[in-house]
């Protein structure tokens, strides 16, 4: 999503660089956008560190220092470890039979 906002950014500001008195206000306009998705990618990475810490601390099915590496994975490897963990504690569990 960022790399989409930040390529349209060049690209439209390119598109109007012999246009002088359009640039400042566009470059304005642009910059806006560029700093919302950051704020709203932040918030998102945010929601989910803290969702999968808390499901890893949860988790009954691992024991105590799986859980320990899972956390640390999260706080230093954060958009590797949170498909990893999702595809190997929470996709492929099985489900409880009634």
């Known amino acids: 999503m960022y790399l989409i906002v930040f390529f349209s950014f060049f690209i ?4 109007h ?19 919302a998705a950051i704020i ?7 929601f989910l ?8 601390i949860n988790n009954r099915a691992i024991d105590n220092t799986e ?3 899972w956390v640390l994975i ?3 490897a954060g958009m590797i470890g949170f498909p990893v963990y ?3 504690r929470i996709w492929k569990t ?3 039979s009634v």
């Open 12 to 15: 439209s500001i390119f598109g």
């Open 17 to 35: 660089v012999h246009e002088e008195d359009v640039l400042p206000a566009l470059l304005a306009e642009r910059i806006a956008g560029l700093v």
């Open 40 to 46: 709203l990618l932040a918030v998102c990475s945010l």
């Open 49 to 56: 560190l803290v969702y999968f810490i808390v499901h890893s």
């Open 67 to 69: 859980r320990i590496v």
């Open 74 to 76: 999260f706080i230093f």
């Open 86 to 88: 999702w595809y190997m």
């Open 94 to 96: 099985p489900l409880p």
